[in-house]
C-alpha cells in the first residue's frame, strides 16, 4: 500500500465515518513496511515522524469486525486460540507489533488451510 493509498482511504474514513471501515491486516506492521518499501517511501517522500505516525494508525486499526452480527471479518484467518469471539479478540492488544504466532498473528495473517492442505480437499460446515 503506498502513502496515496493511505490518504485516499484515511479520508473516505473521515468524511463517511460511519459507513467505511479499516481493519488491520498483516502489512500494517512495521515488519512489512520494511519489507514492502512502505517505509522507504515515507523516509523518501517525509521523514521518520510520519513514518512512526502511520505506525500509530496502524496499530490503532481494528483486527476484526463483525458485519451485520452475522460475519466475522479479518484480514487473516480465525486461529486455534479463538474460542470466544468478544473476549478473545477484545483482550488483544492491538496496539503493538503483530507478533509472529498466536490469536493477533491469526487475525491478521493466518490462511485458512495449512501448507499442505487445499480448499478443494476440505468441505466447509457452519462454525457454532
Not at 46 to 53: G, I, K, N, T
Request: aromatic share 12%.
Amino acid at each position: 500500500m503506498g502513502i496515496e493509498c493511505c490518504f485516499l482511504l484515511f479520508s473516505i474514513k473521515l468524511n463517511y465515518p460511519k459507513n467505511f471501515y479499516m481493519l488491520r491486516g498483516n502489512h500494517e506492521s512495521r515488519n512489512m513496511t520494511e519489507a514492502f518499501t512502505f517505509r522507504q517511501e515515507v523516509l523518501d517522500k517525509y521523514d521518520a515522524e510520519v513514518y512512526d505516525l502511520f505506525n500509530e494508525v496502524f496499530d490503532a486499526l481494528p483486527l476484526a469486525a463483525l458485519v451485520g452480527k452475522k460475519y466475522l471479518a479479518m484480514h487473516g484467518g480465525i486461529g486455534p486460540e479463538l474460542n470466544n469471539i468478544k473476549q478473545d479478540i477484545n483482550g488483544i492488544d492491538r496496539f503493538d507489533e503483530i507478533p509472529l504466532e498466536g490469536l493477533m498473528c491469526d487475525l491478521t495473517w493466518a490462511d485458512p488451510f495449512g501448507d499442505d492442505d487445499t480448499a478443494c480437499s476440505k468441505e466447509f460446515k457452519e462454525n457454532p
